[in-house]
């Protein structure tokens, strides 16, 4: 549990679970800053979006930072992060995922919430781009699940130096069940129709360029009307265009909670229990997670929300808590290292 300090206090008046998820696409003001975009090209012919912000010395602290379920580097809880890490004097690069930055990708397979694939090659990438930058990721909901299973696969071996996930799907079948609840069937009808339109630019993009092996791979996976469920997308999208057997093999697959014991990396988890995409019981007993972690598990948060403050003077405290970890958190590094 969090200490006094780390406590989230929800802003009066927006205690709710989804007043607190919905505060930030709905009435967060938006904010714009002066990134360089950079395409990176992937070995099987497709590319990332990345976008560049803060310090360009080649030894400052570089944060990758990834966004969830049919967000973008715009996101705003992405560009507040970004803007909160350049002002303490950290580099950050926002990650979009395939198809995620304003432009169709090029194959047929699309993001998902076990990628970790691409994240592994952005990775590469970066480090090698900055190799004296200390290097570190966060990533929210869906990228948050896909950093946690990258960092028990790669173990030892992780070339991160510390890591920050919040409200993440732990168990995505679990989660594929309760999104279908009560309110939250409002996100769940919002996630469908984004990810049909994501199918849908995929294929106008195919039919106008002429890509005709891309264009029956899709065409194959048949009719996209009369999916209402995310077992019903994944089922009929997700599984095929990936590589999975069906939506339970990708759930099973693709889950972080699967891979928490095996992170080596210095880890930090944010959750709220109002999270209204997940489950308490979907949540890691404290014997599944690595000594390397440690999870802070709010009483109040929503779904990507910490909204605190107040309703006139709002604040973001995942922009607050999340550098500051991240600092101490580079500080202990460095100081073993000296």
């Known amino acids: 549990m969090p200490t006094p300090d780390e406590r989230f206090i929800p802003a009066l008046g927006l205690g709710n679970p989804h007043l607190q998820t919905l505060w930030g696409p709905v009435w967060r003001k938006k904010t714009r800053l002066a990134r360089e975009r950079e395409r990176l090209w992937l070995e099987d012919g497709d590319f990332l979006d990345l976008d560049w912000y803060g310090p360009h010395e080649t030894d400052a602290p570089l944060v990758l930072v990834l966004h969830g379920l049919t967000g973008s580097s715009n996101s705003l809880y992405a560009v507040g992060l970004q803007r909160a890490l350049a002002a303490q004097g950290w580099a950050s690069v926002a990650l979009n ?24 090659s952005v990775v590469a990438h970066v480090h090698a781009k900055r190799p004296l930058a200390p290097l570190y990721a ?28 919040v409200s993440v799907p ?7 069940d309760r999104i ?19 199918i849908r630019d995929k294929q106008r993009r195919f039919q ?20 209402r469920t995310f077992w019903d997308f ?17 759930y099973r697959r693709a889950s972080s909670r699967y891979f928490l014991g095996d992170i080596r990396t ?10 209204p995409f997940v489950f308490p019981h ?21 779904h990507v929300g910490f909204v605190e403050g107040s309703l006139r003077k709002p604040g973001y405290y995942l922009e607050r808590r999340i550098p500051q970890w991240l600092s101490t958190a580079h500080g202990v590094g460095s100081t073993a290292a000296d």
């Open 282 to 302: 979907s949540l890691p007993d404290p014997d599944e997670l690595s000594s390397s972690t440690h999870f802070e598990l709010q009483a109040r948060g929503g």
């Open 170 to 176: 732990f168990r995505l079948d679990q989660c594929a």
């Open 208 to 227: 106008h360029e002429g890509l005709s092996e891309g264009l029956a791979e899709l065409s194959a996976l048949g009719s996209l009307e009369n999916m």
């Open 234 to 250: 994944d089922g009929r999208v997700t599984a095929p265009l990936n590589g999975f057997v069906d939506a339970k093999d990708y």
């Open 97 to 120: 995922w395939r198809g995620c930055s304003g432009e169709p990708n090029l194959l047929p397979r699309s993001y998902h919430s076990g990628a970790t694939e691409d994240l592994a």
């Open 138 to 165: 966060v990533g929210y909901s869906l990228g948050g699940n896909v950093l946690l299973k990258y960092l028990g696969e790669e173990g030892n071996n992780c070339k991160l130096q510390g890591a920050v996930a």
């Open 180 to 198: 279908g609840q009560g309110f939250s069937k409002v996100y769940q009808a919002h996630f469908m129709r984004e990810m049909l339109a994501y």
């Open 266 to 275: 210095p880890t930090l988890i944010i959750h709220a229990i109002d999270d």
